[in-house]
């Protein structure tokens, strides 16, 4: 007979996606029904600032699965809905302020939003956010359509250079603005926030350093001009928003979970209920490796946590375990980044650089170099620039590093010694 119990994932996202597919490749054979928000079915956000948003990659290309997978599959996708009240004593979530659906296991895969600016003029035609397909096919639009010349990017982290290095590839003059004195310097740290810095200004972005936004003007309802808080206003037929965003827990907070910076949930995704999980942007998980809690707002970790939840949610006692990973590609022509990050730093929680390679930024060239952060001979974290096939090395490595191993430092930055040696020394050690 098949499994009576229904399992309910709220959130149509990639981890929620995930989710419902391991359950079926693990064998449960009960009821999944998926409730989204958003009017598209599951998709992955990378694409979003990175290969679509550049006009080279098809649309359909950011979905998870195609459309027919869901039925084919039995997973009940309801979409253009919201999920408004959740009892975790009654184990029912409402739809919508009416309709009640009663779970066995739920899962809050609701990932996170956009933090929202509040200054004057953010009404204006112009003024764009990015974290939805739509908003992603807006920017295109605009920018395809040659109706942005001259864009502003709010924000230099991991959104606004995507979006920077997107714009300037059809060939709009791009400003950025952060209150930061670098791009992505509270992850970086001085040293490489100061290259992909660089890396920017070669393809002849402004930055407009320690400085915020007080204002947007314009006419006849549409942007013009950007107004820094140093009274600065830098003209503009758009501007992309990206200053962080904020884990979606309004359900969760409802309900009486435990919130603090996400939902939080022990080493198997499992919530203060234990029959709800969380996975994804949302869940402020207990790290094994790191040994507390972190929240990860990367794609692997929607990745990798989906399914980590979903068979949790079955009965498996594994910790999710992962190292943190994300990646970035920011321009194709020379100087360009095709980058991969793996490991966790606390801001200001390291020593030392060590690079393996040259990491000068140069016009017309493109580097090729692995960075470490080190602490006490430790890596913490690795990130290869241009350079392949090395994340299982240097996820070892972080491994190691926060399991208290040091490393022969001289061994890791000489390039004529195999990354796996430095692995193996490492992994050798008592």
Not at 47 to 68: C, F, I, Q, T
Not at 240 to 249: Q, Y
Not at 295 to 306: I, M, S, T
Not at 314 to 328: E, H, I, M, R, T
Request: hydrophobic share 40%; charged share 25%; net charge negative.
């Amino acid at each position: 007979m098949p499994d009576p119990r229904t399992f309910v994932i709220i959130g149509a996202s990639l981890a929620g996606a995930k989710a419902a597919e391991t359950l079926r490749d693990e064998g449960f054979d009960g009821r999944i029904v998926m409730i989204g928000e958003e009017s598209e079915r599951p998709y992955e956000r990378p694409p979003l600032s990175k290969g679509y948003l550049h006009g080279k990659d098809a649309r359909d290309g950011a979905y998870v699965h195609n459309e027919s997978w869901y039925a084919d599959h039995d997973v009940e996708l309801r979409l253009g809905v919201r999920a408004t009240g959740l009892d975790p004593a009654a184990h029912t979530v409402t739809l919508d302020g009416s309709e009640r659906l009663t779970y066995d296991k739920l899962l809050l895969a609701t990932g996170s939003r956009p933090r929202r600016l509040s200054t004057e003029g953010t009404d204006l035609d112009g003024v764009c956010y990015l974290r939805t397909l739509p908003d992603a096919d807006a920017l295109l639009h605009r920018l395809r359509g040659g109706t942005a010349r001259r864009v502003v990017v709010v924000g230099a982290g991991w959104i606004g250079l995507e979006t920077a290095a997107a714009a300037r590839s059809f060939g709009a003059d791009v400003t950025v603005v952060e209150m930061d004195v670098l791009p992505l310097r509270r992850v970086l740290g001085d040293d490489v926030a100061s290259i992909f810095a660089d890396v920017h200004r070669a393809h002849d972005v402004t930055f407009h350093f320690g400085t915020g936004v007080s204002g947007f003007v314009g006419s006849a309802g549409k942007l013009e001009a950007v107004v820094l808080s140093n009274g600065v206003q830098v003209p503009a037929d758009m501007a992309i928003v990206g200053v962080g965003i904020e884990p979606v827990t309004d359900l969760a907070v409802s309900a009486g979970l435990t919130v603090d910076n996400g939902v939080v949930t022990d080493a198997s995704l499992r919530t203060s209920d234990p029959d709800v999980y969380a996975a994804g942007d949302v869940a402020s998980f207990h790290s094994p490796m790191l040994g507390g809690r972190i929240r990860v707002e990367h794609w692997g970790n929607a990745l990798d946590g989906g399914p980590a939840a979903a068979r949790a949610m079955l009965g498996s006692a594994d910790p999710y375990d992962k190292v943190p990973y994300f990646f970035s590609d920011q321009y194709e022509d020379a100087p360009s980044i095709g980058m991969e990050y793996a490991g966790w730093v606390d801001r200001g929680g390291y020593e030392r650089m060590v690079y393996r390679g040259d990491p000068t930024i140069r016009a017309d060239a493109t580097p090729e170099f692995i960075a470490f952060w080190v602490s006490d001979g430790r890596v913490l974290a690795g990130m290869n620039v241009n350079v392949w096939d090395v994340q299982d090395d240097i996820q070892a490595l972080v491994r190691a590093g926060h399991a208290g191993k040091q490393v022969d430092l001289d061994r890791l930055a000489d390039e004529s010694v195999p990354l796996a040696d430095v692995v193996a020394d490492v992994s050798a050690t008592a």
